[in-house]
Structure formats: C-alpha cells, structure tokens
RNA sequence: GCCGAGGUAGCUCAGUUGGUAGAGCACAGGACUGAAAAUCCUGGUGUCGGCGGUUCGAGUCCGCCCCUCGGCA
C-alpha cells in the first residue's frame, strides 16, 4: 500500500443522500469530492443526473464531474486512473479525499483487483456484435470454455467483451482474471448509506417529478440532437425514455412511469452489489437528519482512525 | 330499512359445466472485473370476507352473518 492514511469511499444506493453528506464531511474535516458516478462524468446531462447542485460544489472542490462531452467513451480503467491522479492532487493540497458513488464496476476498482487485460477495441467491438448471439455463444465456449460458465448464454456484452480479450491476446479472459489482480493502491474507509426500501422509492419518484419540473424533457430534447444509441450516455435513466417518447414510441406519461421504474431497479441493483463489498461501516439513514448521519460518520472515522492507530 | 353490484396476491381484476387459483402493474432474490444509470438470470408473493351446509371434492352451489360502493328512502 502506497499510503498509511486511508482515504474515505462514500457509497450507496441513489437518492439516498450521498452527496450532501460528503460535502458535510469535507467541510468537517478538509476534503475534496471526487465522484465515482459515470453518469456525472458528462456535460450536458444535469438534470437527469442529479448532479451534486452548484450551492454544494460552491463549498467544495468536485471531481471527475462535467468534464466530459457526452459523445465520448470512457470506462473503469480510466476511471481508476483518473481517481488516482486526484487522490494525488488532493492529498498535496494536505485534504482529505472522500469519493462518492453509486456506480457498482467503479467502486470495485478501487476497493478490489482488476486484471491489466487489454481496453476496448471498439472497432472489433463493432465486429463481434453484428454476429449473433448464438453463434458468438459457440465461440466462446470453443476458446474459453471456464468464462462460458460464469457468463450466461444470453449475455451479449459479456459474451463480447470475453472473445475480444480473446482476440486480442490469444489469452482466455478467465486467465487474464485469475492470474493477474492489479489493487487499487490506496486503502478506503468504506462509509455505505442505506435506507429503508419503500422510503428509498417514494424519494426516487418525488425526485424524477422534480427533475421534470426543473426541465429534463427540454434537456433531453437538446441532447438528443448529438447522441447516437451507440454512446453510452445515451443509455441513461431519464433520457433514454424522453428519446423513446420524442420518437413517438411511447406516450409521455409512459415515460415518465419508467424512468421512475427504471430508477427503482438501479436502485435494487446497487443495494444487491453494495451489500457484498466487505468491511463497510453501513449508516441507515432512515429518518436521520444530516446532522445525525453526519455525526454517526465522524464517529465511525473516529473510531476506525484510533484502531489502525 | 329496501333494491342492486361487489368482497380472490400489495393494487386493479380474471377464474369455463365444482377438481385446493392466474394476468397486468407493483415487488423480491441473484449474477456481474475495461459499456456498469450498462448487460443478464430467477421468482406468484394467497385464511379466494367469515361461519355452517351439500359433495369424494367448494373461489365456484345453498343458508346465515360481516364489510364496501351505488340507488331508493
């Protein structure tokens, strides 16, 4: 480990008061955001984002937020990179660095291993999925029959992402995962916020009829002019359904049910990840203010402080 | 009080001539290593309002009771 002192990973489902909380405790205790959210990452899209609000970035630097158009690619490995030169920057300046978010694969790259496969070739990317399934399936059984296990039939992008490795190096991606595990080199006290389902869920409904009102169909509109369904921001809660209804494929109202839906499911699929990540310090945030939820958080550093002391 | 209609899953409801129940929505469990707000898998969750009767067998037929909603008073 490349440092003594841990930083600090704030993680959680959405809507469940990351962001105010990390800003609570960089004012507390001298740190920096930086957010693990690859969504956030883009311009452009705001609202739909729930980007952490300007009153909240006015009172502490934010990081790995805006600064990316969204017709651009970027995955976890650049993530992990760019995280590491901030925690460096952070750490100059003598601040505390407290990452914050909900994107599962990125949270896994600075708490766990990851394997110095190679990165995304898009264009052979654009080979393999102009194949069928069925017959990329039988391919990846033929040349790496132990990824074909753990990868489900039906499992497109796995399934592509497995023979490019493949393709690329002759070496079976379930190889490069057993035999080589880069850790991420600093160490994190893990801070996870939960809350109670049905409340997570009114929030997240009463959140997107606040995004509406604050203007996301117009934002949508506006971005649907640069995005192609090839783009990743593209897929993005929020939007994606106001694309669908300014084709004409849905109503309005239908669009707006899923993307209250589809939020709820991110949701559930965050708790599910989350709960596996080990040596989490787990604040329910059931009706806490954010003074309590702040207090229990600097008890809970205090606490983890003295016993690696 | 009388006359209708109805009480089945969390909600809205379907359920043939009696064979211990199923759709939509909602929800739940899970997988996951360079697309992750992505991608994929699995699951019906039930005193059929209550009590009795007929029957080998009742959500279904009969009786009584309770509740809800209309209409008339």
Redesign the pocket.
């Known amino acids: 480990m490349k440092s003594e002192q841990s930083s600090i990973l704030i993680l959680g489902p959405?809507a469940v008061g990351k962001s105010e909380l990390a800003v609570a405790l960089a004012q507390r205790i001298a740190g920096e955001v930086i957010s693990a959210?690859?969504?956030?990452i883009y311009r452009d899209l705001t609202i739909?984002?729930?980007k952490p609000p300007a009153h909240l970035r006015e009172r502490v630097p934010h990081h790995l937020i805006d600064f990316l158009d969204p017709t651009e690619?970027?995955?976890?490995?650049?993530f992990r990179h760019d995280v590491l030169k901030a925690i460096e920057e952070i750490r100059a300046r003598g601040k505390m660095p407290i990452v914050v978010g909900?994107?599962?694969?990125?949270i896994?790259?600075l708490t766990?291993?990851?394997?110095?496969?190679?990165?995304?070739d898009p264009q052979l990317?654009r080979r393999l999925?102009s194949q069928p399934q069925e017959q990329l399936r039988q391919r990846l059984e033929a040349v790496d029959p132990e990824a074909a296990q753990?990868i489900?039939p039906?499992?497109?992008?796995?399934t592509?992402?497995a023979l490019e490795?493949y393709e690329l190096t002759g070496v079976p991606?379930s190889r490069w995962?057993r035999e080589s595990k880069v850790p991420f080199p600093y160490r994190f006290t893990k801070i996870g916020l939960t809350l109670n389902?049905r409340v997570l869920?009114e929030r997240i409904n009463a959140r997107v009829d606040r995004m509406i009102a604050q203007g996301l169909l117009e934002e949508a509109k506006a971005l649907k002019e640069k995005l192609t369904p090839q783009m990743?921001a593209y897929?993005?809660?929020?939007y994606e359904e106001f694309f669908a209804y300014l084709d004409g494929k849905i109503s309005y109202d239908e669009a707006v049910?899923l993307i209250k839906?589809?939020t709820?499911e991110?949701a559930?699929?965050?708790?599910?990840?989350f709960?596996?990540e080990p040596d989490v310090h787990w604040i329910d945030v059931t009706g806490k203010s954010l003074e309590e939820v702040l207090d229990e958080a600097l008890r809970l550093l205090g606490q983890h402080l003295s016993e690696s002391a």
């Open positions: 959405t959210d690859a969504r956030a739909g984002t729930a690619r970027y995955d976890v490995m650049r909900g994107s599962t694969l990125y896994s790259v766990g291993t990851f394997f110095a496969g190679p990165k995304a990317r999925e753990r489900h039906n499992d497109k992008i796995r592509v992402r490795v991606i995962q389902r869920y990743p897929r993005t809660i929020g049910r839906k589809h709820r991110y559930r699929r965050q708790f599910i990840y709960k596996r």
